[in-house]
């Protein structure tokens, strides 16, 4: 094969093009990113999260060791009323008697690191007195402890460093009270233990290690806090997002439509944050005053497919000022003024005096394009544009499914002069390779693109090397539209061993282990060989055949920052490529290169790149691309 590049047909792209989108489907957030290690520390879980099941209640992942001792739940005078629920332990001494709490399939830790426990308590009847906080392994060892003494009768917040004498995976939390008399009553609420070691050590933090993988990817933003978590599956189960902010204990925990528990300690100040650390831009994305299609009654069966029935609905009109209120109310909490303005101040009260610069709010998530979502959009749409015009708005064209109106989401955001607008679609990789002129064919007049969510589906929903090359290969033609595809992100991003709702994700992850897919390399590979300027190149191969042209894909593009020209080669056909490479034009100044691949069977799940130097002599240089392969190859002048 020839490639030959066109130095004198450049363009410029966008710089943004590779993100990431987090949505809290799989236990992405608590059990996963959010450090948190005690399951269900509100004491709010609640039937309802989870389709009603009786046993997902409050005292869920809680239980008594040794006799003489009772768990119950109170509403009674909770430190605040969105936090209605919380814990009674009634210990009849002298016993040992420990409430118990399970963590999120088991608490790990390890030898010699610190972590910061606290709790409310207060003695319902009875003095109190001493009580011992332990980490045990499951054979009853002791891990870690330490000692706090309970006696006030009010709400009192303590706190504690543990520090692990050795490793555990599965090891438990335990509050023991020491040498009590009689028969005492002590509440407690918000029981927390957070590893001191978070990503950039930040309190209420992120795992450290999943954190790191994400920052990798060196994502350019990071839309959160979903998806359909977003808007909901119900009006009352809109993502609310001045109940995810302040004091950790009024946050209002939410029901997560995938069937489990937000507690939102990972709310919106700490996206915000989680963002500011990755040098990402925040992308929130709240609903467009109708929840999920429209529809108060939509669920997503097993394989991730969504079916929606019943009436379609959205917020009243008459809460809609408040709703939109809500919406110009999050921009303040972001840019405002620290001292001149309420949302502004509420950010700083937070810890962030400074604004957090947010430029792109999305409005909508796959909705259904009806009259309900319609006249909601537009008046949202209408006030942020009007209150905030340096914020791009990002509208959504309604999901991609066959027999939906994609493109009436489409004519809407002309007519209305929508700047952006999300578009999803999870396909076959046989669609991803045969469309790679998707955009090309595109109205440059209409809005930009941000490719909110995409990725390749195989039967039996793996993510292998066909998935991830057949991404890559897209990604291409992407980058070559990069002047109105602004942003893209691959969905979902992560799952929690055993807590899985959707597969492929981008990473799986247990306790102690974060384990990136293929495709998380594809987007590695792209997230930290992007460029800012496109250089349109003639591929030649020496079959002709269109079926195995669209098997090879090129894209060749230029960091204006380190003046490092990249060259994305996929190859997926069965057998190696040679190829000439070409940089017409281009006068290499004393360059050096590094060439990384990532290949393996199309089936293969473990593949992983590989680098090494390549040798750049000019601007004219072979190349033989492996049979099923994606190939970055960076050249630096030196
Ligand atoms: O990414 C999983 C889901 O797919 C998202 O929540 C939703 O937007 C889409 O249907």
């Given at each position: 094969?020839?490639?030959?590049?066109?130095?004198?047909?450049?363009?410029?792209?966008?710089?943004?093009?590779?993100?990431?989108?987090?949505?809290?489907?799989?236990?992405?957030?608590?059990?996963?990113?959010?450090?948190e290690l005690i399951q269900n520390r509100d004491f709010e879980y609640a039937p309802t999260d989870r389709g009603n099941d009786q046993n997902w209640n409050s005292t869920h992942s809680w239980s008594v060791r040794g006799a003489n001792g009772?768990?119950?739940?109170?509403?009674?005078?909770?430190?605040?009323?969105?936090?209605?629920?919380?814990?009674?332990?009634?210990?009849?001494?002298?016993?040992?008697?420990?409430?118990?709490?399970?963590?999120?399939?088991?608490?790990?830790?390890?030898?010699?690191?610190?972590?910061?426990?606290?709790?409310?308590?207060?003695?319902?009847?009875?003095?109190?007195?001493?009580?011992?906080?332990?980490?045990?392994?499951?054979?009853?060892?002791?891990?870690?402890?330490?000692?706090?003494?309970?006696?006030?009768?009010?709400?009192?917040?303590?706190?504690?460093?543990?520090?692990?004498?050795?490793?555990?995976?599965?090891?438990?939390?335990?509050?023991?009270?020491l040498v009590w008399m009689g028969t005492q009553q002590l509440a407690l609420d918000m029981v927390s233990l957070f590893p001191q070691k978070t990503f950039k050590g930040r309190k209420n933090g992120l795992r450290a290690d999943l954190a790191?993988?994400?920052?990798?990817?060196?994502?350019?933003?990071?839309?959160?806090?979903?998806?359909?978590?977003?808007?909901?599956?119900?009006?009352?189960?809109?993502?609310?997002?001045?109940?995810?902010?302040?004091?950790?204990?009024?946050?209002?925990?939410?029901?997560?439509?995938?069937?489990?528990?937000?507690?939102?300690?990972?709310?919106?100040?700490?996206?915000?944050?989680?963002?500011?650390?990755?040098?990402?831009?925040?992308?929130?994305?709240?609903?467009?005053?109708?929840?999920?299609?429209?529809?108060?009654?939509?669920?997503?069966?097993?394989?991730?497919?969504?079916?929606?029935?019943?009436?379609?609905?959205?917020?009243?009109?008459?809460?809609?000022?408040?709703?939109?209120?809500?919406?110009?109310?999050?921009?303040?909490?972001?840019?405002?003024?620290?001292?001149?303005?309420?949302?502004?101040?509420?950010?700083?009260?937070?810890?962030?005096?400074?604004?957090?610069?947010?430029?792109?709010?999305?409005?909508?998530?796959?909705?259904?394009?009806?009259?309900?979502?319609?006249?909601?959009?537009?008046?949202?749409?209408?006030?942020?544009?009007?209150?905030?015009?340096?914020?791009?708005?990002?509208?959504?064209?309604?999901?991609?499914?066959?027999?939906?109106?994609?493109?009436?989401?489409?004519?809407?955001?002309?007519?209305?002069g929508v700047p952006m607008v999300d578009e999803h679609y999870y396909v076959e990789p046989g669609w991803l390779i045969h469309n790679q002129d998707y955009y090309d064919r595109y109205d440059r007049k209409k809005a930009k693109v941000y490719?909110?969510?995409?990725?390749?589906?195989?039967?039996?929903?793996?993510?292998?090397?066909?998935?991830?090359?057949?991404?890559?290969?897209?990604?291409?033609?992407?980058?070559?539209?990069?002047?109105?595809?602004?942003?893209?992100?691959?969905?979902?991003?992560?799952?929690?061993?055993?807590?899985?709702?959707?597969?492929?994700?981008?990473?799986?992850?247990?306790?102690?282990?974060?384990?990136?897919?293929?495709?998380?390399?594809?987007?590695?590979?792209?997230?930290?060989?992007?460029?800012?300027?496109?250089?349109?190149?003639?591929?030649?191969?020496?079959?002709?055949?269109?079926?195995?042209?669209?098997?090879?894909?090129?894209?060749?593009?230029?960091?204006?920052?380190?003046?490092?020209?990249?060259?994305?080669?996929?190859?997926?056909?069965?057998?190696?490529?040679?190829?000439?490479?070409?940089?017409?034009?281009?006068?290499?100044?004393?360059?050096?290169?590094?060439?990384?691949?990532?290949?393996?069977?199309?089936?293969?799940?473990?593949?992983?790149?590989?680098?090494?130097?390549?040798?750049?002599?000019?601007?004219?240089?072979?190349?033989?691309?492996?049979?099923?392969?994606?190939?970055?190859?960076?050249?630096?002048?030196?």
């Amino acid at each position: 094969a020839t490639i030959q590049v066109k130095a004198d047909e450049a363009k410029s792209i966008s710089n943004h093009l590779i993100g990431i989108f987090f949505e809290d489907i799989n236990y992405a957030a608590d059990g996963g990113l959010y450090a948190e290690l005690i399951q269900n520390r509100d004491f709010e879980y609640a039937p309802t999260d989870r389709g009603n099941d009786q046993n997902w209640n409050s005292t869920h992942s809680w239980s008594v060791r040794g006799a003489n001792g009772k768990l119950s739940i109170a509403t009674e005078n909770p430190i605040h009323p969105n936090n209605s629920h919380y814990a009674v332990l009634e210990v009849n001494m002298p016993a040992e008697v420990s409430l118990v709490n399970s963590g999120f399939d088991g608490i790990a830790v390890k030898k010699e690191e610190k972590y910061d426990f606290s709790f409310f308590s207060k003695m319902l009847e009875g003095k109190g007195g001493k009580v011992k906080v332990a980490l045990q392994t499951k054979d009853g060892k002791e891990v870690a402890m330490a000692v706090l003494s309970v006696t006030s009768k009010e709400w009192k917040k303590q706190r504690a460093v543990l520090t692990a004498y050795q490793d555990a995976t599965d090891a438990v939390l335990t509050i023991t009270p020491l040498v009590w008399m009689g028969t005492q009553q002590l509440a407690l609420d918000m029981v927390s233990l957070f590893p001191q070691k978070t990503f950039k050590g930040r309190k209420n933090g992120l795992r450290a290690d999943l954190a790191q993988t994400l920052a990798d990817l060196h994502p350019r933003f990071v839309r959160f806090p979903g998806g359909c978590v977003a808007h909901g599956d119900g009006i009352d189960n809109i993502y609310d997002w001045k109940g995810s902010i302040g004091p950790l204990e009024a946050r209002k925990p939410l029901r997560n439509l995938w069937g489990y528990h937000q507690t939102r300690g990972l709310g919106y100040h700490e996206y915000f944050l989680f963002c500011e650390d990755m040098g990402a831009e925040p992308v929130p994305v709240v609903a467009a005053g109708v929840p999920c299609q429209n529809s108060g009654t939509c669920a997503h069966h097993s394989k991730g497919e969504l079916t929606c029935m019943g009436q379609q609905g959205g917020i009243p009109m008459e809460e809609m000022p408040q709703y939109i209120q809500d919406v110009l109310d999050l921009i303040e909490y972001a840019n405002g003024d620290a001292r001149k303005t309420v949302w502004g101040k509420k950010r700083a009260e937070a810890g962030h005096p400074k604004p957090f610069n947010l430029k792109y709010i999305g409005i909508g998530n796959e909705d259904m394009i009806t009259e309900v979502f319609v006249e909601r959009f537009k008046m949202i749409f209408d006030a942020v544009k009007e209150k905030y015009p340096e914020v791009t708005v990002i509208g959504t064209t309604g999901p991609f499914y066959e027999g939906t109106d994609y493109e009436v989401g489409w004519e809407l955001a002309t007519e209305l002069g929508v700047p952006m607008v999300d578009e999803h679609y999870y396909v076959e990789p046989g669609w991803l390779i045969h469309n790679q002129d998707y955009y090309d064919r595109y109205d440059r007049k209409k809005a930009k693109v941000y490719l909110g969510e995409y990725a390749a589906h195989l039967p039996g929903r793996p993510n292998n090397v066909e998935t991830a090359l057949a991404e890559a290969l897209y990604l291409t033609a992407v980058e070559r539209n990069g002047d109105v595809v602004e942003m893209t992100s691959y969905a979902p991003l992560l799952a929690k061993d055993g807590h899985t709702q959707w597969n492929p994700d981008l990473i799986y992850f247990n306790n102690t282990e974060v384990k990136p897919t293929v495709g998380y390399y594809t987007q590695l590979m792209y997230g930290q060989n992007s460029g800012n300027e496109y250089f349109a190149s003639d591929v030649k191969l020496n079959n002709g055949w269109d079926a195995v042209k669209k098997r090879v894909g090129v894209s060749v593009v230029k960091d204006v920052h380190t003046g490092d020209y990249i060259v994305k080669l996929v190859n997926m056909l069965p057998v190696e490529v040679s190829a000439r490479v070409k940089l017409d034009g281009v006068a290499l100044v004393n360059p050096s290169a590094t060439k990384t691949v990532l290949a393996g069977d199309p089936k293969d799940r473990g593949a992983k790149p590989v680098s090494s130097d390549f040798k750049v002599e000019g601007n004219d240089f072979p190349y033989a691309m492996p049979a099923y392969s994606f190939t970055v190859i960076r050249i630096h002048q030196n």
